[in-house]
């Protein structure tokens, strides 16, 4: 039986590693794998509070989490190729025509 | 079962912060996809393989394969991004460092939960956890799953239309 607790500190890590991600890197796709790297720790966590509660709802939550993360990559993904395509550049830093 | 826990959660972490270190996007990839594997074992040893199962086919199969036919297109050259440590990224290191130590802290606190609920290991073997989710989610949850749906549908027309070279 793996304690609960280990499980939360795990995933506790993994956001903040995805955190320093998006903070640290300038390439656009790599931001987006930390993102997903925090939607995963996200997922891990809802397990861990699912098996502690004795609860089922966790594990549904975490299939709408796997849909929301999927459409948002497509979504994201087709939007980085249409900005690389104007700019031809993927670093965040040259994206800066809203910028005021 | 305890060792291979965190043996499976060393690595994922390490893989994690590879996703950060390596300067070529598709070796970020890669790592994530030896982190996400790591995460589907730990599911199966949590006893939910319904979850295991779509971390590794939906995760490491579909959305890192979009991510890697992404890169492919591109066609990117690594660029000779590297961190230098000045000040903005020492920032960066200690917000990140500071939101571990505040959650982990939560967590190693005693936390307080609310009632339990019926879906205890022994029922949910009985009645077999994959059923168990598809019975919820036919039942229960049925509005928030059609509400997914349309909204699956939603990004798939919006990917395309923003994918189009033109629109006219």
Not at chain 1, 29 to 38: A, D, P
Not at chain 1, 42 to 54: H, I, K, Q, T, Y
Not at chain 2, 91 to 96: H, K, Q, S, T, V
Request: charge should be neutral; aromatic fraction near 10%.
């Amino acid at each position: 039986m793996i304690p609960t607790t280990h499980v939360l500190i795990l995933s506790a890590a993994l956001f903040s590693i995805g955190v320093l991600g998006v903070m640290l890197r300038r390439n656009v796709i790599v931001i987006f794998m930390s993102i997903e790297l925090m939607l995963n720790a996200v997922n891990l966590s809802f397990v861990g509070f699912a098996r502690e509660m004795d609860s089922m709802t966790g594990v549904i939550f975490i299939f709408f989490i796997i849909v929301v993360a999927a459409a948002e990559a497509v979504v994201g993904l087709s939007i980085i190729l249409s900005i690389y395509r104007n700019r031809q550049t993927l670093n965040v830093d040259e994206y800066n025509l809203l910028k005021w | 079962m305890l060792l291979t826990f965190y043996i499976l959660g060393t690595v994922s972490v390490l893989s994690a912060l590879g996703v950060l270190v390596c300067r070529s996007p598709v070796y970020s990839a890669m790592s994530l996809v030896c982190s996400f594997f790591c995460l589907g074992g730990i599911y199966i040893l949590m006893n939910v393989e319904f979850v295991a199962v779509i971390q590794i086919l939906v995760y490491a199969g579909a959305i890192l394969v979009l991510f890697l036919f992404v890169i492919m297109l591109l066609n990117i050259v690594p660029t000779g991004e590297s961190v230098r440590f000045n000040l903005p990224v020492l920032i960066a290191f200690g917000i990140a460092v500071g939101l571990f130590a505040q959650i982990s802290g939560l967590f190693l606190g005693d936390i307080q939960f609310g009632p339990k609920d019926v879906y205890t290991a022994e029922a949910i073997s009985e009645e077999g956890s994959i059923g168990l989710i598809g019975r919820l989610l036919y039942g229960e949850f049925v509005l928030p799953f059609e509400a997914i749906s349309i909204l699956l549908l939603v990004a798939v027309i919006g990917a395309v239309i923003i994918g189009k070279r033109r629109l006219n």
